[in-house]
Every structure is written in structure tokens, then in C-alpha cells.
């Protein structure tokens, strides 16, 4: 797994239930250490030690926390980056729903190895959407129920999503744009703004 996941685990942890909650989970894990290094390359079987030990903790489900991180990644202060190359994808929540189908090579431009699944987005009808998420990093899709959602209240747009599972190989987030227009969304420049 990359370091860069874990890393964003690591302080959507740290952001959300404090550093205390991070220092448990590690322990109970059984990492031997409690800081993730950004470049580097674990074992997958340590993300997923982590992810058992943080559901057991909080004691709520592993899709939750996950729906959750993926939120904190286009939310928080901590992640402007991030949220910077999302709303990238376009000027519109549609423009940015039709450029998921390129986020996983927009990824490997930004860090050449990550590598992120494919997502694929079939339009159903004017207002409905099903992004088809295939295999490659567990929890994925419920990460991108949160990045969905959090991505729609950014541009404003009103957008129901419902993870619906795995149909053959992939899995389905479904997305029904109730109103593009909802709210005022987030300042966003295209120009980064030195601090």
C-alpha cells in the first residue's frame, strides 16, 4: 500500500478523534511504530490491521469510517491539495463526475506510483449517474462515497449517492443529481493563493 494512504488515514485519525485514538490503534495494529513515512511502500496487510483496529475502536463499521475519510480528503483544511485537483475536473459537479473516468491517471501524474483503481461513470439519464468502481484497494468505493458526496456540497449541487454493492466484477455507487444548482458552493480559484 502506498505511503500516502496510509498517511491520509493517519490524519484523518489524528484531525477526527485525536492523536490518542491514533497511538491505541498503531498499538493495537501491531505496527511497532506510529508514523507513516508519504513515499513509502507497506504491506497491504498493514493498512488492513489498521483499518480493523480503528472500526474496533470506534466501534462502528469499516464502510462508515471510510465514507468518512473520504469526506475529510476534500474537506478539511489539511487537504486543500487534494480538493484542488478534484475541482480540476471541472467548472460543474457533472463536468467533475464525467472526469472520474481519468483519476486514476491524473493520480500517477501527480505521484507515478500510485496507483489508484479505475473508476468508470455510465450516465442513466440527465440526472442519474452510476460510477462503476473496480478492483485494486479495498473500501475504495465507500472512500469515493465520501469524496462524492463531500465534491457535491463543494460545487453547491444537491446529489443523492447510495452504494449499491457489487455487481460482478465492480462496484456500483449510484448518484442521482437532484438539483446541480442547490447552494452556493465553496471559493474556488484556479490559481493557488501563497500564505
Do not use: K
Not at 480493523?52 to 470506534?58: E, G, I, N, W, Y
Request: proline fraction near 3%.
Amino acid at each position: 500500500m502506498h505511503g500516502l494512504i496510509n498517511r491520509a488515514i493517519q490524519s484523518f485519525v489524528c484531525a477526527t478523534y485525536g492523536q490518542s485514538c491514533w497511538l491505541r490503534v498503531t498499538e493495537a495494529a501491531g505496527l511497532g511504530f506510529t508514523e507513516f513515512e508519504a513515499m513509502l511502500i507497506y504491506e497491504d496487510s498493514m493498512t488492513t490491521r489498521v483499518l480493523d483496529a480503528l472500526s474496533a475502536d470506534l466501534n462502528r463499521p469499516q464502510s462508515e469510517i471510510l465514507e468518512d475519510l473520504g469526506t475529510y480528503l476534500v474537506s478539511h483544511p489539511n487537504m486543500e491539495g487534494l480538493r484542488r485537483l478534484l475541482r480540476f475536473g471541472g467548472v460543474t459537479y457533472v463536468e467533475f463526475l464525467h472526469s472520474l473516468d481519468d483519476l486514476s491517471d491524473r493520480a500517477r501524474l501527480a505521484v507515478s506510483d500510485l496507483r489508484l483503481p479505475i473508476l468508470e461513470l455510465c450516465e442513466v439519464s440527465p440526472a442519474e449517474y452510476q460510477l462503476h468502481c473496480f478492483p485494486g484497494l479495498p473500501g475504495y468505493a465507500s472512500v469515493m462515497v465520501g469524496v462524492l458526496r463531500a465534491v457535491a456540497d463543494d460545487y453547491g449541487a444537491l446529489a443523492m449517492l447510495s452504494h449499491e454493492g457489487q455487481q460482478g466484477d465492480v462496484e456500483v455507487i449510484t448518484i442521482v443529481l437532484v438539483e446541480s444548482a442547490f447552494a452556493e458552493g465553496r471559493h474556488f480559484d484556479l490559481g493557488a493563493r501563497g500564505t
